[in-house]
Each structure stands twice: as C-alpha cells, then as structure tokens.
C-alpha cells in the first residue's frame, strides 16, 4: 500500500476545514496562559510568604504532570465537583493553566534582568508599587523576552491535537476518522503533520525576525 | 479517602509500564540527541543539513502526531510496531530532536579559546571533540537533559492512546469501570506522575547548579 | 630529553641555511580590510623573532597563520621549505587538507594571551594529553616528560591541581609547559603576560628567558615588553599598518630607530 494522490486530495479539505478551531482554541489558551501567567509570576514574588510558596507549589506540580492527565481531570472529575465545562472550554483552560507555568517563567527571567538600580531610582522618585511595576519595571522586563513568549503561541499550537482525547475535532482526531472509516491512515495523519508543518514554519521565522528586532531594539539596555 | 487508597496499588502496574517507557525513550533520546547534535556542527555541509531537516521535522510537528504516523501509518509501509515499541521510538526521536539543540547549543558555548589550543597541540578533529570540547559541552549540557526529562515524563503519558496500558491508560480503565471514582484516580494519577517526576526535578535543580563548573570561560 | 626524535625531525632537511619559517608576499583580508599587505618574513632555526607594533597592526594575526588557525588570503607560508596551506603533487600546489596540516603542525606550538587551559583536567593532564593522543607516548613517558617540565617552570607542586585554582601567572606558565612538551621546532607567543596582574607577568618572563636560552626552539614572541624583547630577541620586527616597517638586531631598533612610526611607538614606552 503507498501513497494515494486521489485519496489525499479527497480528504485534506475535511481534515483542513478544522483549522478555524484549532486556531481558536491556539489563541484562547494563549491568552488564559499570558494573564494566568503574569499573575503566578506575581504571586510566586508575594511577600505574603504561604501564597508564594503555594505558588511556587503549584507551578512545580502543574509543569511536571502530563497535560493530558489534567485535560482528563478539569474535564471528566471536575463536575464531581459542580465545575462542569464542555470540551472546548476544558481544553482552552487545561492548555492555558499548563503553560501559564511556562510563561511565567519567562516573565521571571525578564524581571530578574532588569537591573536592580531601576527597582531603586524607583523608589527614589517616590512611585507607588503598581507604578512602579507598570511605569518601571515590566516595560522593561517584557520586550526581550517577547521572542520567547511568541514562541509559546507555536508550542501551544502543536499541542492542540492532545484535545482529541476529549472529542474536539481538531486535525488529529479528523484524520483519525477518516483513518478508520476507510481503513487508510497514511494519508490523513501525514496531511496532519504537513499542515503543522505549513503553519508553524513560517510563524516561526517571524518569530525569528521578531527576536532579531528585539535584540537591536532593546540591546543596549545594560546598565 | 479510602477510594484513594483503593486506587493506588491497581496504578501501580502502569506505573511501570510508564517507567519502562521513560527509561527506553530517554536512552533513545540521548543517543539521538548526541548523532543530531554533532551532525549540526559537522563540517560537511549536507550532514549539516540532514540533521537540521530531521530536527525541524520533529520540532515543528506535534509528539501525538509523530506517534500516530509511528502507529497508524508506518504500517502502510510494512512497518508494524508494538504500541510499546512505538512508543518508545516516537518519543526517543521527538525529544532527542530537542534535545540535540541542547547538544548543539552546548558544543557551539565552548570557547573557541579551547578549539585553537587543541588545534595548537595538534590534536585531530576527532580528539578535540571528544578529548576537549564534549567533556565540557556535557556539563554545559546536563540542567537541559534534566528538563527534557520532565518533558519526556508527561510525553509518555500520550502512549495510552495507542492502547498501551501505562499509567494514564490504567486510570482510564479504573475510572471506567466505577465512575464514582472520577476524581480520586485523576487526582491519584497527578500525584503518582508527580512522585515519578520528583527525582529529575531535584537532579534537574542540582545540575543546574553546578553546570558551570569546570567549564572554560569565554 | 627527546634528542632522538629532533635528531629524526632534522635529518629529513639536512640543509642548515634553509628558513625553518618563510612567509612570502603574504597577505590576509578580514572582508574587505587588508590586515597584511604582502608580509615577506623568514625565521631561520632557533631564532628568536621579536614582534612589536601598535594595536591592530596584524602581529596576531600573522602568527595565528602559522598556527593554522587563520588562513592567509595569498602568498606562500613555508615550514621546512614546504608550504603550509599548500600540498604539492607533482608540481601542482592543491589546498592543503587535514592530513597535511597535522603534518607540519607537529612542528609548532603556542602559547595563548589567555592561557586557554583545559578546565576539565588536572594540570598533569593538561600537560600530558596530547603527548599521549597526538604523539602516542606512553603514560609513563608522557607523565615523566610532563613533571620535568612542570618542575622547570616551578609548578612541580600543583600536578593535580586544577586551573581553576591557580594564578594567571601559573596558569600561563603551564600553558607554556604544555606546548614545550610537544617538542615543536617554532613556538609562537602571543602577548603571553597581557592579560596578568603586573606582578605576575616576571615570573612568566622569567620562564621564557630560561627555556629561549636552554632550547634551540625557533621562537616567535609577539610582545608589549620592550625589555623583555631586547633581552631575548635575535631580531626585532617592527610592524605597522600590515607592513614591516623596520626590523633588526634589538640594540640598534631601540637604541637608533630609523623610522619615525617606530621613534614614536618607542617613545610612548620610555616615556611610561
Ligand atoms: N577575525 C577577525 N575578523 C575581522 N577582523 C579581524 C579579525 N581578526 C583581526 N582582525 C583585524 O585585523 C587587524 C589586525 O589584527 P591583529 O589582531 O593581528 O592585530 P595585533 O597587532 O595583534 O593587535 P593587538 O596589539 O591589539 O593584539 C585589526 O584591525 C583587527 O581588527
Ligand atoms: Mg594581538
């Protein structure tokens, strides 16, 4: 058995047509892991000590169990708990939280780069804490790591295919039915693979771009 | 509680499937990851560009799906493996593609201070990297092998969707034959992953540590 | 020590008079900037060869060819009489391979502005590695070889020491310790005391007058010491802007210096 143009060409439109949702739900979880993020990386700095270690707990936990052992958990146990979401709005979330522990790392790194006389020259010109973190120190903290952070939207993008363990019909679980339906798998998990391929190569050289703008842009901030 | 208790000696069987599946990839893995990386730093350009093809390949596709092409397609071409033994090569080849970025990523942060003394003590290509340059690169290169790790750890859990009965599989079949036991056994899998995990979160820590020792400086 | 095997090295080229080192029209360019405009330059067996000139002048740059860790843009660099970035079959010059440079390689040795040691091994090992990989002596021999010259350079004490732990001073002397072992008939210096503490840079001076005086070792010093350079020096090479701009016997470059470039760059010396 070998590759079957006629085959390939018959089914990619079925596979391709659930693009829209997997870029929706790229972009959802997204944004759940760029604000969850910041407010771990908050949090985890608290002076308030048991929230930070909490945090700190939590992210250890979060980043090393298998996302799909959570996306199971926020989906089938949380309604034992009255949290009832659809699949959709579960496999936003588990994405999201997952690698809001990631992100915050990252934003970690961007804060703990900013050289500390900017925290002083803050509080000498008397700014209150949230200016001083909104005004001061994340304008600073953010931009050289935006490389980074783009590059979580690609991450997030290749893992959309582990939601077919819920039932979202991403490329994965379309190929996998058009795969049993016919009995030919060859061509509709490669389409899958060449459509991760098409569109995560050419986001990743502009995040590549990105990054080297960033470096010239932001490569002189050293104090 | 008790359903807690109930539940953990019934994981403990895939618990090891998914430590047998941890242990096989990794080896993959770092065998991969040490072929690919030096093919990267070659200095003939088509092994270069081999390995930098099969690196964006596995990099720029999804682990599930490399394991579904493993699985469900390979044997168009007469290739059938074990869901264990797809397993194993779908994630030895996917996280050895990263990892020998961090090979790479390690040879290329030796000093080039080093690569001329060796040059200047005639040693040949070979007995610079393997004498100078990796014994160094190595240390450079361990914090990342301990975070790939991790990452490993929570990839092995995809197996159970080839029907391999690993850790993840076997909470499936205890949640699907007593219901009431939802939240216990995905609670209980969290933390069996967790403990699994323990070891190579502190090692990672640890190596992370002392990674610049014995390195030369730039 | 080793006389057998210098011994073997010469009689392959009996002839005395021939250049151990010739550069001939050679030039290099970094891009579009030439850095050597047409250096000729020979170096006879067991001379010493002092470079001095202002930054930038392409002092390093001219022995890091010989080296082979740059490659000239044209002309000829010869070892022995046969060329170092060329191979001759027949009568054809081809690109010297691998093969070729390890060759003549074997011939040279060098000492780095900042030591370059290997960080991973003990200061033994350092000094006895690639006698035991690249030249096939036994440990036995190698070691034995290693803490004759380790004593000489007064670091007979810190074998298993680690480089990490010693000072830039020692650190620079076991790195010359670690290229003499290797025998070369050319050793090239490259700044050797410009990255140490002023009160470390005699005692590695001090090394290099020892061994130029004992050895018959070609050297090749690049340097900053103009007392150093009188003192050791055969041959005095003043370079500026990629050219010879004068050279000669020490006493009469730093006591009567023709050019006015080098009565400048000497002045600014005598005056510090
Ligand atoms: N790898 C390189 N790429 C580009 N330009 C280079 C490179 N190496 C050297 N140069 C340039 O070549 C010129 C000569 O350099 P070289 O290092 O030989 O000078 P030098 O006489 O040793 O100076 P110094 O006393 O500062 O060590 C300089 O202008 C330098 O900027
Ligand atoms: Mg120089």
Known sequence: ?223 | MEAYINILPRLLPGAVITVQVLLASAALAFVVAFVAGLGRVSKYSIVRKITAVYVELFRGTSLLVQLFWIYFALPAFGIQFSPFLAGVVALGLNYGAYASEVVRGAILAVPSGQTEASIALNMSNWQRMRLIILPQAFRIMLPGFGNISIELLKGTSLVSLITLTDLTYKGLIIQNTNLSYTMPVFVMLLVVYFIIALPLIILAKKLEKNASRGVAKA | MGMTEKQLKSSNKPDKEMPLVQYENVTKKFGDVEVLKGLDLEIKQGEKVALIGPSGSGKTTIIRMLMTLEKPSGGVISLNGEPLWHKKIGDKLVPADEKHLRKLRSDIGMVFQHFNLFPHMTILRNVTEAPIHVLGLSKEEANERAVDMLNKVGLGDKLDAYPEQLSGGQKQRVAIARAVVMHPKVMLFDEVTSALDPELVGEVLQVIRDLAKETDMAMILVTHEMDFARDIADRVVFLHNGQIEEEGHPEDIFETPESERLQGFLSRFLNT
């Open chain 1, 1 to 223: 058995m070998t590759w079957n143009w006629e085959f390939a060409f018959e089914i990619f439109p079925e596979i391709a047509s659930a693009i829209w949702l997997v870029i929706g739900i790229t972009i959802g979880a997204y944004i759940v892991s760029l604000v969850l993020g910041l407010v771990l990386t908050f949090a985890r700095r608290s002076s308030f000590k048991p929230l930070a270690y909490l945090t700190y707990g939590f992210i250890e936990f979060v980043r090393s169990t298998p996302p799909l052992v959570q996306l199971f958990f926020v989906y089938f146990a949380l309604p034992a708990i009255g949290i009832s979401l659809n699949k959709y709005a579960a496999g936003i979330l588990t994405l999201g939280i997952h690698y809001s522990t990631y992100l915050s790392e990252v934003y970690r790194s961007g804060i703990d780069s900013v050289p500390k006389g900017q925290w002083e020259a803050a509080r000498a010109m008397n700014f209150s804490k949230i200016q001083t973190w909104f005004r001061v120190i994340l304008p600073q903290a953010i931009p050289p790591v935006i490389p980074m952070i783009g590059n979580y939207l690609l991450v997030l993008f290749k893992e959309t295919p582990l939601l077919m363990a819920i039932g979202v019909g991403e490329f994965l679980q379309e190929a996998q039915l058009i795969g049993a339906s016919n009995f030919r798998y060859l061509e509709p998990i490669t389409i899958v693979g060449l459509l991760f391929l098409l569109l995560s190569y050419p986001s990743a050289v502009l995040i590549n771009k990105l990054e080297q703008r960033s470096k010239l842009g932001f490569g002189t901030r050293k104090n």
